[in-house]
């Protein structure tokens, strides 16, 4: 069903959000509120699903306190998880950058006419080819497109801004390689979302061709960390926290200051940036990461949707071999991306 997505104006959810979510969403004034597909209260099996995980999660997690240790425990714990199916790949060298060029084996579409330049997640320091291909696969599938998924440098070999620069350098070699930018679609998680964003964000500062869309998925916006979430939802985040975004930040940005606008997107001037497609958990400590780039983006003219799923814990799209909602929130993105592709599929 179509309908009302909860607006980034309200600023405080609880643990309750999901059974609140629809009430909300209909006080609201239309003008400040996103749409999209209605979400909906969690059902109880989705909250079964999302316990089974977290405690998956907890298990891999558990005394890994070092960037390197979250990085072999992220892998670790990905490498349970079942790759694509029905897809083809081929390797690629994006100008320095290794990727992977995937599509869907019952592909409708010329290679090259539409494609999602994927920025994996991993607080700039994990993550890779391997632990987003599931997701990535997913959504070749349903929006029927090419996806380059990139492997970008990683803290702490690489501090910023290497990240950014690799997946800059890979949007701008889908546009050499034959890609019209309004069939391209940015996409990334956590992290990766917040170097989806900034990518986007260099390419119009250069005044060079934007993609049709962006999609950012629990990015983080702020590494100076002063989203009211990040206290709020603490206890209900079992993930994320305010201790290890800023451990990121001093591992990423040196001396940089983290609300340096080239670093962290919440500070940015989003005057002029493509569609905006935001996924979050109602839970995360980046919830208002997400609403306040939202209210900003949105009040600059950008066309946002947001979407706050209840009780979804952060990088819940990873796993669809677990998580319903993980196969709902990849087909919302697709549709999206579709939506905004020049050359949609037949």
Request: charged share 20%; proline share 7%; with cysteine.
């Amino acid at each position: 069903m179509n309908g009302r997505i909860l607006p980034a104006g309200i600023r405080r959810a609880s643990k309750r959000l999901g059974c609140l979510f629809l009430v909300l969403a209909a006080l609201m004034p239309i003008g400040s509120a996103a749409f999209g597909q209605d979400i909906g209260p969690q059902s109880p099996a989705s909250r079964q699903q999302v316990e089974k995980l977290v405690g998956l999660w907890k298990d891999h997690f558990a005394g890994a306190d070092s960037l390197q240790q979250r990085r072999t425990a992220f892998r670790t714990l990905m490498e349970t998880m079942p790759g694509p199916t029905r897809i083809q790949v081929r390797q690629v060298d994006a100008d320095g950058v290794d990727a992977e060029l995937m599509w869907p084996a019952r592909l409708h579409h010329p290679i090259g006419e539409r494609v999602i330049l994927y920025i994996h997640g991993g607080g700039f320091s994990g993550g890779s080819i391997r632990t987003h291909s599931l997701l990535a696969g997913s959504l070749a599938k349903a929006a029927s497109s090419d996806i380059l998924l990139i492997e970008y440098r990683l803290l702490p070999e690489n501090t910023y801004p290497a990240q950014i620069n690799d997946a800059l350098t890979a949007y701008r070699w889908l546009l050499d390689n034959g890609y019209r930018s309004e069939n391209v679609v940015v996409a990334g998680d956590g992290a990766g979302g917040n170097i989806a964003i900034e990518t986007v964000l260099r390419q119009r500062q250069a005044a060079k061709p934007l993609p049709a869309a962006v999609v950012a998925l629990s990015p983080i916006t702020d590494l100076a960390a002063t989203g009211g979430s990040m206290t709020a939802n603490a206890d209900s985040d079992p993930l994320v926290g305010r201790a290890s975004i800023e451990s990121l930040r001093k591992a990423y940005l040196g001396s940089r200051s983290p609300t340096d606008p080239q670093a962290s997107p919440l500070y940015a001037d989003m005057t002029g940036f493509p569609p905006l497609l935001l996924q979050v958990g109602s839970g995360e400590v980046l919830l208002d990461d997400t609403l306040r780039l939202a209210d900003k983006a949105r009040q600059a003219g950008v066309n946002v949707t947001t979407e706050i799923w209840p009780n979804m814990p952060h990088q819940w799209q990873l796993f669809p071999s677990l998580l319903d909602d993980a196969d709902r929130a990849s087909q919302n993105i697709a549709e999206f991306a579709i939506r905004h592709f020049a050359d949609k599929p037949e």
